[in-house]
């Protein structure tokens, strides 16, 4: 196996700044700054809370992911179990212990943030899962043994999600984690028998479901059923959207967002005002920057000598199109809301934190590319 070669991994100061990947550092500040705009405009027009907050968390989370991007990837490899189960501790204190705003106790209070520990174990299951499938070989991937203890690793967290509750995560923790075992080399079967299985026990599931979440899925079918109520959002995030048209009302202009027709503007539904302000040009410019952050990423891993830092790079990839994908299809009406952030873009300090660390881990695959690891 290629671990067992030996190469000098001995960098200067200089040569690892060299080594970063400028276009990703270019892509991921003009996200920032795009997204520092659209506070801006939430806030109507002045540099107050939102702003403020928004920029400082950006500014402090990039510098995070600066100093990140210089430990060897060894560390990030070394350290992968033990990132998953911090995580998996803060799950079960913010279950049992934590802060409880509309429903939902999912957070813990820092007193300089409010931490969602479910953002984290986004990042924390890829980074597990990544190491895990480092040391098994290609031929043991479909080992029942190997497959068992994926499914433990897997299950733990999103039960505790959906129990707090937030099936929305929940589903993108289980996508990302899921990510990863098809790029391990998981045999294509068992993502047959497992659809299958979902879509058998669905109606049962859907018995589970709190009533607003099962309100959710029914306004997604007819959003015009309770059009001053469940359907609210999703109406008038379409209207928003569409009277963007090619090159949107203009930066301060969107009448959706000043005149509070749209609710959780600033978080979920972040792409509703930007894309009311900038229309179809400026929402392609996003996701050509957008696309642009998932390339570099995918490129840096396949550059990698490391399988660790590959699959981490590949399934990070694939978990931020995901967001993104879930995101964007959620405020067209495409898919049912959830609370699914826009990574970068959308206001929250936990989603910047866990986005910002997975970056990191990148970059430090990218300036440790020809580090091995045994």
């Known amino acids: 196996m290629y671990q067992r070669f030996s190469y000098s991994t001995q960098q200067t100061f200089f040569q690892k700044v060299r080594s970063m990947d400028y276009i990703l550092l270019f892509a991921i500040l003009s996200v920032g700054l795009i997204s520092g705009f659209s506070m801006y405009s939430i806030d109507g027009g002045s540099f107050e809370y939102y702003t403020q907050n928004h920029l400082i968390r950006f500014s402090v989370f990039f510098i995070l992911m600066l100093i990140i991007s210089f430990v060897n990837i060894k560390v990030w490899h070394a350290t992968g179990y033990i990132f998953y189960l911090i995580s998996l501790g803060l799950l079960f204190w913010a279950s049992f212990y934590g802060v409880t705003a509309s429903g939902s106790q999912r957070w813990i209070n820092l007193y300089f943030i409010n931490l969602q520990p479910s953002e984290l174990m986004k990042i924390a299951i890829i980074l597990c899962f990544s190491k895990y499938y480092h040391r098994v070989q290609i031929h043991n991937v479909n080992n029942f043994k190997n497959i068992l203890v994926s499914c433990i690793i897997l299950i733990i967290p999103i039960f505790l999600v959906i129990s707090q509750p937030d099936l929305g995560t929940s589903v993108l923790i289980a996508l990302s984690g899921i990510m990863v075992l098809w790029l391990a080399g998981l045999n294509l079967k068992y993502f047959v028998y497992s659809s299958l299985l979902l879509l058998i026990s669905a109606p049962f599931v859907i018995s589970f479901l709190k009533p607003y979440q099962k309100l959710r899925l029914l306004t997604f079918f007819d959003p015009g059923k309770d059009p001053l109520g469940a359907g609210y959002q999703i109406i008038q995030s379409k209207i928003a959207v569409g009277s963007g048209g090619l090159y949107g009302k203009g930066f301060l202009k969107g009448t959706q ?93 936990s989603s910047m934190l866990a986005t910002m660390i997975g970056f990191g881990v990148v970059m430090s695959t990218k300036i440790y590319s020809k580090q091995l690891i045994s």
């Open 257 to 349: 967002g000043y005149l509070e027709f749209l609710p959780e503007k600033h978080t979920d539904f972040i792409f509703t005002l930007f894309s009311e302000e900038f229309g179809f040009i400026g929402s392609l410019v996003l996701l050509i920057l957008y696309s642009i952050i998932i390339f570099r990423i995918i490129r840096i891993g396949t550059f990698s000598r490391s399988f660790f830092g590959r699959l981490f790079c590949f399934g990070f990839g694939s978990a931020i199109f995901i967001y993104i994908l879930v995101n964007m299809s959620m405020v067209l009406g495409l898919l049912p809301v959830v609370g699914s952030p826009l990574p970068i873009m959308s206001y929250g300090g």
